[in-house]
């Protein structure tokens, strides 16, 4: 099955982010999503241990491991770069100050539930901060794979994995397809040209709605 490489599905991603927005990308995947800003479009990057306003990964061998994001991943500072306290990173969070976080996804429901930190009694649980993120910023999106390893479908009815926010997610990002979530369902904005909609459909746990015309999901071979 054709399908988007991670790297591609961060880039789709970052073309919706607005010249100016302040910016919280999750630990892992979603951080790839910093490295596509459009041209003459510029995002502010905040992370949870107290940066904002941070640049690219700096190169292989010139890090400095005192700047660190979340993820434990060498940034640079820019001009205007902010350092602060862990409890004010938190407080710009919960405070409403964000205007974007992109997280990544175990499940994602049809009402917008996400489900993104545990894999259930078995599994490791990671909190971090994304109970915060998905209550604090203006908007929730989510990348993921449209199915998993196993090739069940991660766009659900009701999430089945212990849940990290309710209602909070509007757009999801997949390896298949743009999804956005509105009035309780899903509504299928853009898919892969190759593809389908009843085999899109086949591979989701939900309905897929319909809402006006569905454009190709285009992006650059990276």
């Known amino acids: 099955m054709t399908k988007l490489s991670s790297t591609q599905i961060a880039w789709r991603a970052a073309q919706d982010i607005a010249d100016g927005a302040y910016v919280n990308l999750g630990i892992g995947?979603?951080?790839?999503?910093?490295?596509?800003?459009?041209?003459?479009?510029?995002?502010?990057?905040?992370?949870?241990?107290?940066?904002?306003?941070?640049?690219?990964?700096?190169?292989?061998?010139?890090?400095?491991?005192?700047l660190i994001n979340a993820g434990k991943k060498a940034v640079t500072i820019k001009p205007g770069t902010a350092f602060f306290h862990h409890a004010d990173s938190f407080a710009m969070v919960r405070g409403g100050h964000l205007d974007v976080a992109i997280l990544g996804a175990y499940e994602v429901a049809e009402n917008?539930?996400?489900?993104?930190w545990s894999t259930g009694?078995?599994?490791?649980?990671?909190?971090?901060?994304?109970?915060?993120?998905?209550?604090?910023?203006?908007?929730?999106?989510?990348?993921?794979?449209?199915?998993?390893?196993?090739?069940?479908?991660?766009?659900?009815?009701?999430?089945?994995?212990?849940?990290?926010?309710?209602?909070?997610?509007?757009?999801?990002?997949?390896s298949l397809a743009v999804v956005d979530i509105q009035d309780g369902h899903f509504v299928l904005r853009e898919k892969l040209a190759s593809m389908s909609f009843d085999e899109l459909q086949s591979l989701t746990g939900a309905t897929l709605h319909l809402d006006g015309d569905v454009v190709d999901l285009i992006v650059p071979e990276l």
């Open 29 to 66: 995947f979603p951080e790839m999503v910093a490295k596509f800003q459009p041209p003459g479009r510029q995002a502010i990057f905040h992370t949870e241990n107290g940066i904002l306003g941070f640049g690219e990964a700096p190169a292989p061998g010139t890090e400095d491991w005192d």
């Open 112 to 116: 917008g539930d996400l489900a993104n």
């Open 121 to 174: 009694p078995k599994g490791v649980p990671a909190v971090g901060g994304a109970m915060d993120l998905v209550h604090g910023a203006k908007r929730v999106a989510v990348i993921t794979d449209h199915v998993t390893k196993d090739g069940k479908p991660k766009l659900v009815k009701a999430c089945s994995l212990p849940l990290t926010g309710v209602g909070c997610v509007t757009r999801v990002y997949t």
